[in-house]
DNA sequence: GTTTAACTGTAAAACGTTTAACAGCTGCCG
DNA sequence: CGGCAGCTGTTAAACGTTTTACAGTTAAAC
């Protein structure tokens, strides 16, 4: 067995062709004669010969990599965006280098410089803060990219893909508030990224439009295990909410973890509604009413888009805005009248005859 | 803002160098004169020069890449191992490429074929079946590369890492036996993987070994969702066991799923041990009782064992065997006399003189 | 029967690095 | 003061592809 790997030029000679036959029999951009193919097919697979990525990008200038930037492969929500994003690559010939920022600014700008190395094709990236990276602005324009998640939609350097977040808190909010509850708790893990601010200005919003009173948000940070400690610090130190409304997977996890600790019952001390929706979430006695990004339309979107850039589409940048929606299951109660603007007001007002 | 990207050629020219100058500072293959350095990395910086990895790859013939091919991106047991091992591999200046066979050799084979196409350093995979991919076989002794977890731990064609499952399957069982369980119902994806079968093997050696009854083996498949169907079926036709021992995170999702819907309390009618241990297995109430894989020493001893082979390590192939351990929480309840070989067979003898 | 066009195949020049070989310059030893 | 070693920098030749320009052959068109 060869120690090194077989070339172009060695299948040639052994089929009895140029190099350039051999190149365009793989390569597919002329037309070669069927037996000179089958002659050079039979020596590539006795050579077992596999066209060198490196020289071949490095002629051709074309990268057929893209890679993905994400904070956190710990985190359902990205690994799952990778998942579909690794399928859908694949399909259309592309390879995938994976990078994480560990939601650290400066090594995500690390991990672009050398994502960046390898030339790519295109970049689909989720900003570890709602700032972007120095260097995608630099390269925008000359880059394809997509920018995913964390980010302002109309960030006018690069196509988005997003979710509604403003209306996503707002549908939570909402559900919690017809289903009679008052007092609601946000757990967010950072106020410092956008989508989370947005969630709470929509949960904040529903509430008022109400004349509840506002949601407070409760900062727990990205880590499951620390935010539960810091949200049943939180539980320890205030009143009992009638409901939590968990801002991503991970604080879901840590408000569990602390109702779980205080031996709080959803629902029956406390409604909880949460973020995305993982199959953990509905295994369970009480499964989980879930606000649900649809992160396969998510990874479409983004992988279309980028698509487009990659096939030389340059058009103003383009903002996609999808629908979180709710997963009505059985973890928020009924806890009283439905809480409209009437019914705050008045008071007494008859909720029934409000309907939605 | 220029169109096409800096190379070595214009930095040199910039700097007012030669070509292999700048390489030298970049590479630092040689010294270089203190304030030329400065001069060229000036340069660089205000080209913002990336040298190009496929011609340094190409010349060099160093790739600096790996791949790391998994079954299955939506498994957090895979994902997590592609966390840890892209910041080992990233902290030695290594890329990583992810691949996913999704459990299908077919694909498992191309998407190994195009990542050769890369001339990796080195290869970090978990097939999908048991079988060593052909094209892993034809590349041993060439390619660096570890085989992880789905794989029979004295292959003798490659380095592997796994877990003593035969262990972690006895160790669950005999846990179930102290706590009086006898009917056990043992959760397992497929049967074709050789983990799978080790943990009911040791698990079924640990029944034995105290007289208990063979524990029950029910095929779910590795999807949550059709696998909480599976097992909910399979509840309905079968008298309940006492116990449930799930052989993979995805296994338990499917247990519990199936058990909520059934609403069959754990651990009150029915205890549970899980397999892996993720956040959302203690983020209950009744916290899961698990037998823990430890994830970062696997993915640490894969990465060490590849680094070393990187090196040129030629030595015969190492299987490396870690341990899986249990977690006590409180899925699984006291629900009668210990059961040892000595009660079973005498039937009534006082448990409480055997210690462990 | 010559000209054109269409088709297939080939030779050779890139692509942006790394690196072996070499050249110039010091300073030091004999 | 010649020669030699030790630095530091440069020249130029790879690396394995893709691709342009061209050559040869055959078929169609006049």
Redesign the pocket.
């Known amino acids: 067995m060869n120690r090194k790997r077989a070339?172009?030029?060695e299948v040639a000679t052994r089929a009895g062709?140029?190099?350039?036959?051999v190149?365009?029999v793989?390569?597919g951009?002329?037309?070669?004669?069927a037996d000179?193919k089958a002659k050079v097919e039979k020596a590539a697979r006795e050579l077992s010969?596999q066209?060198?990525r490196a020289?071949?990008q490095?002629?051709?200038g074309?990268a057929q990599v893209v890679g993905v930037l994400v904070p956190d492969l710990d985190d359902t929500f990205f690994t799952s965006l990778i998942s579909r994003l690794e399928v859908m690559a694949r399909r259309d010939g592309f390879d995938v280098i994976v990078a994480s920022s560990r939601d650290e600014r400066e090594l995500e700008e690390s991990r672009l410089q050398t994502l960046l190395g390898w030339r790519p094709s295109g970049i689909i990236a989720v900003p570890c803060s709602d700032k972007v990276p120095a260097i995608l602005k630099r390269e925008a324009g000359r880059l394809p990219m997509v920018l995913v998640d964390r980010v302002i939609a109309d960030s006018p350097v690069a196509d988005t893909v997003t979710i509604d977040n403003f209306e996503a808190g707002a549908i939570a909010v909402r559900h919690l508030l017809d289903m009679g509850h008052a007092e609601i708790a946000l757990a967010a893990s950072h106020l410092g990224i956008a989508p989370i601010r947005d969630r709470i200005r929509g949960a904040t919003a529903a509430a008022r439009e109400r004349g509840a009173r506002d949601p407070v948000a409760v900062e727990v940070g990205a880590n499951a295990e620390r935010g539960g400690e810091v949200f049943s610090d939180w539980l320890g130190c205030n009143p009992l909410p009638s409901a939590v409304l968990a801002l991503t997977n991970v604080t879901t996890l840590a408000v569990l973890a602390a109702l779980a600790r205080r031996r709080i019952d959803v629902p029956e001390k406390v409604s909880l509604i949460a973020f995305d929706d993982y199959p953990w979430m509905s295994a369970r006695k009480t499964p989980l009413t879930a606000i649900r990004q649809p992160v396969d339309e998510i990874a479409g979107a983004a992988w279309e888009r980028l698509k487009l850039r990659m096939a030389g589409d340059a058009s103003p940048s383009h903002p996609t805005i999808l629908h979180a929606s709710l997963q009505d299951r059985a973890s928020v109660r009924r806890a009283g009248p439905r809480i409209t603007a009437a019914s705050s007001k008045e008071a007494a007002a008859d909720p029934a005859l409000d309907t939605t």
Chains 1, 2 share one sequence.
């Open positions: 070339t172009l030029k062709v140029s190099i350039a036959t190149s365009n793989f390569s951009r002329k037309p070669v004669n000179l010969y066209v060198d020289a071949s490095l002629r051709s074309r």
